[in-house]
Nanobody, 120 residues
């Protein structure tokens, strides 16, 4: 079992930056693939970025070149650096941990989410 706690969300003007953090604890979190998902009202969670246990990253087309996912296995931390933020980046961001890399399927362990609001 893995427990996840997100932090770092907030209110930011368009063009600004935020850094989300996810603290993982429990059973061997460094073996898990990790991801950030975003959810807006009335919509399903969508994948924003992912990183495997070996460090391979992948991004949604909408955030490529602006967001960077990283992990620090020594600290059991996962980060999402978000630059050049746009109003359409607004949503609740969830940290996810899983065995396997089928990121198009919603499963695994989830944090409670952190709200990101980008205003024009």
């Amino acid at each position: 079992q893995v427990q996840l706690v997100e932090s770092g969300g907030g209110l930011v003007q368009s063009g600004g930056s935020l850094r989300l953090s996810c603290a993982a604890s429990g059973s061997m979190p460094r073996l898990y693939a990790m991801a950030w998902y975003r959810q807006t009202p009335g919509n399903q969670r969508e994948l924003v970025a992912s990183i495997t246990s070996g460090g391979t990253t992948n991004y949604a087309d909408s955030v490529k070149g602006r967001f960077t996912i990283s992990r620090d296995n020594a600290k059991n931390m996962i980060y999402l650096q978000m630059n050049s933020l746009k109003p359409e980046d607004t949503g609740v961001y969830f940290c996810n941990a899983r065995m396997g890399t089928s990121f198009d399927v919603l499963y695994g362990h989830w944090g409670q989410g952190t709200q990101v609001t980008v205003f024009a």
